[in-house]
C-alpha cells in the first residue's frame, strides 16, 4: 500500500464533520453528477447480480462435480487476486478512454461466466456420477 498512496499532503487544519454529514454530502455529490451516478449504478449492478451470483455457484459447481472442497477457496481465491491485478494495472497505467465501454465489456463478460452451461462440466470432473 505504500506504493499506491497519494502523492498530495493533506492540510494541517481540517474541520471535523459528523460522519452522516459527511455521507450525505458523498450521495448528494453522486445524485447530482452525471458520470458518478453512472458509474455507481454500474458498480452497484455488477456487486448485487453477477458478484453474488458467481460467489453462490462456485460451491454449488464444485459439489456437483466432485472436486474437493480446496477448489472453491482457490476459485474465491482466484477471483479477488484478479481483481487486486487489476487494481494494480489500472493504478500504473491509468484508465482506459472509453472506461464506459471498457466497464460494460468487463461486466458482460464476468456475467457470461456463471451463466454459462458449459463452466459446470469440465475434463476434471467424473465421466459418470458416483452412487
Do not use: D, F, K
Not at 455529490?29 to 458520470?35: D, E, I
Not at 458449459?118 to 467424473?126: K, V, W, Y
Amino acid at each position: 500500500m505504500l506504493v499506491l498512496r497519494p502523492r498530495c499532503v493533506p492540510e494541517e487544519e481540517q474541520i471535523r464533520q459528523s460522519l452522516w454529514r459527511t455521507a450525505a454530502s458523498g450521495v448528494l455529490l453522486v445524485a447530482r453528477h452525471p458520470v458518478l451516478r453512472v458509474a455507481i449504478g454500474l458498480t452497484a449492478l455488477a456487486a448485487g447480480a453477477v458478484v453474488s451470483v458467481a460467489t453462490l455457484l462456485i460451491p454449488l459447481v464444485v459439489r456437483s462435480n466432485g472436486w474437493p472442497p480446496t477448489y472453491s477457496g482457490l476459485l474465491l481465491a482466484a477471483s479477488s487476486v484478479s481483481g487486486i491485478v487489476v487494481a494494480l494495472l489500472v493504478s500504473r497505467l491509468g484508465t482506459a478512454r472509453r472506461a464506459s465501454l471498457v466497464a460494460t465489456a468487463g461486466l458482460l463478460t464476468t456475467a457470461a461466466g456463471p451463466s454459462s452451461p458449459p463452466a459446470a462440466a469440465s475434463p476434471c470432473s467424473p465421466a459418470t456420477p458416483s452412487r
